[in-house]
């Protein structure tokens, strides 16, 4: 049911990142990277409408061990069926494309793994900005001009580029830069006054936003450890907390992102679900009275 202004979204897409699952080891030796991953999928499965597409902008597996990513495949596939989403794969720093080939789609390939989704019209396009041996980012020639004649065709829905090194500045982590994607304006020029609505990045370790040839660039935190974008007296800090994912809900002519945080909080204040179906037997002017007037019996406890 609407309550407001607007209808609701076309699509949801679910967007997370940098979960760095290991074979048989804590990160660092403290973080349960299985633990957190399971985690998001968890309120992920809470949600309603459920997403259509999981994106995961890249480093799904810390070293890239075959196992790593068949306990991903084992933890994700089966809940994101469960919500019926499609599940959108990116490479990260931390991926290799041969094992990232091999292990996720089965076959034997160490080229760059740039794919295109068709999320009922959403065109969601999956492109590697790794560089092998390396941390930084880049997109070669050939990878330009093949987003280039993606682009050229217009999806029903417009599209959202996913890639794991997001081509914004990096004001709160300086040191970062040194490893961002590089020669961001000959990316600029491919996506500028195309369809492309939003681009997802991860790499960071906390979430971040900014624009980029006109378009909306949301990052997502990790859902292993964060980078922590305020530390005392630390160059750089590693944290376990404030891990979160991203959720987009696209509308005809926006999209609205938001951060979900995957640690659950205590609760101060609230109503159970089963308000909902009392709040939709309101009519339109009741429901307004009710919740917004600071008069309401809504707000006599407070």
């Not at 720093?93 to 089965?106: I, K, S, V």
């Not at 930084?136 to 959202?160: F, Y």
Request: charged fraction near 20%.
């Amino acid at each position: 049911m609407q309550f407001g202004q607007y209808p609701s979204p076309g699509h949801v897409v679910a967007h997370l990142s940098d979960p760095h699952l290991l074979a048989d080891a804590l990160q660092y030796g403290v973080i349960d990277t299985e633990a957190g991953l399971e985690l998001a999928l968890a309120r992920l499965a809470r949600l309603d409408p459920a997403p259509q597409a999981l994106v995961f902008t890249g480093d799904l597996a810390d070293k890239a061990e075959p196992k790593a990513y068949a306990r991903l495949r084992e933890i994700v596939e089966p809940a994101a069926a469960a919500m019926g989403a499609e599940v959108v794969w990116v490479m990260g720093n931390h991926d290799e494309r041969a094992t990232y080939a091999r292990e996720l789609f089965g076959e034997d390939s160490e080229l760059t793994q740039d794919r295109v989704y068709d999320v009922d019209g959403l065109r969601i396009v999956s492109i590697d900005s790794t560089v092998p041996g390396y941390h930084h980012g880049e997109l070669s020639d050939e990878q330009l001009a093949w987003l280039g004649d993606v682009l050229a065709t217009p999806a029903p829905h417009g599209t959202v580029l996913a890639m794991h090194h997001p081509p914004i500045p990096v004001p709160m982590m300086p040191v970062a830069a040194i490893i961002e994607l590089l020669d961001q304006h000959r990316l600029a020029d491919v996506v500028a006054g195309s369809d492309v609505r939003a681009i997802l990045g991860g790499h960071f370790h906390f979430s971040s936003h900014s624009m980029f040839a006109g378009i909306p660039v949301s990052v997502a935190s990790a859902t292993c450890y964060t980078g922590d974008p305020a530390p005392l007296d630390r160059f750089v800090s590693g944290v376990d907390g404030h891990q979160a994912i991203s959720m987009l809900h696209v509308y005809d002519d926006r999209i609205v992102h938001t951060i979900v945080p995957v640690e659950d909080a205590p609760e101060v204040s609230g109503y159970p679900s089963d308000v909902r179906a009392q709040f939709e037997a309101l009519s339109p002017e009741e429901r307004h009275e009710l919740v917004s007037s600071k008069t309401s019996p809504l707000y006599a406890g407070e």
